[in-house]
Structures are given as structure tokens and as C-alpha cells.
């Protein structure tokens, strides 16, 4: 991983309260995205970047297992508060049993 992957995620993760990497073309990223987008974020509290237009995409996800503990290369990566929150499956999770409402404020 270049040090400029890690200072740009790390940047990203410590200006955003809630920071999301997804990519345009995933499902899964495009259901996370509407999911937030229901609880009214400001965009000083919320961003979603595209991965996939950036051309060390895979030097991200590489990082993104680093950082997160996990093996997995599946998007959207969701951090909350400078931690690693999970994925779409944890973020589904949290917004059907109304948790998520609370995690968000």
C-alpha cells in the first residue's frame, strides 16, 4: 500500500463523521447508499466515495483489509465516528431494527 492510499483514506475517515467507500456499479453500494440517504445526513457529516474512479482502487481495498481486520474485498466499507462500522450486511441489520437511527445521531 502507497502512503499516499493510507493518508487519503485516513484523512477522509477523520474529516467525515459517517464515510462511506463504495463503487458506482455494486449493489450492494448502491443499496448502503440508499439506506443513508434516508436519514437526512448533512454532507459535512456524510460523504460516499467512489472507488472505482480512483486509479489506486486496488491499493484502497488492500488497505481496507488492513484496517478493517478482514480478508473480505466486498464493498461498500462504512466507518462511523473513525471506526469500522461492517458493510451493507451491518448497516441492513441496524436500519431494519431501528438501531441504526441512534448509531447515525
Known amino acids: 500500500m502507497s502512503a499516499g492510499t493510507k493518508a487519503y483514506v485516513d ?3 477523520q474529516v467525515r463523521r459517517i464515510m462511506m467507500f463504495a463503487k458506482s456499479n455494486d449493489p450492494e453500494s448502491q ?3 440508499d439506506i443513508l440517504n434516508q436519514y437526512d445526513l448533512s454532507t459535512d457529516d456524510y460523504e460516499c466515495v467512489d472507488i472505482e ?3 489506486d482502487c486496488i491499493q484502497l481495498e488492500n488497505y481496507f483489509q488492513y484496517i478493517c481486520y478482514t480478508d473480505r474485498r466486498k464493498n461498500p ?3 462511523i465516528n473513525q471506526l469500522y462500522f ?3 450486511f451491518e448497516l441492513n441489520i441496524c ?7 441512534k448509531v447515525l445521531s
Open 11 to 13: 484523512g477522509k475517515i
Open 31 to 33: 443499496r448502503a447508499k
Open 53 to 55: 474512479k480512483r486509479q
Open 77 to 79: 466499507y462504512i466507518f
Open 86 to 88: 461492517g458493510s451493507l
Open 95 to 101: 436500519h431494519q431494527n431501528g438501531s441504526l437511527k
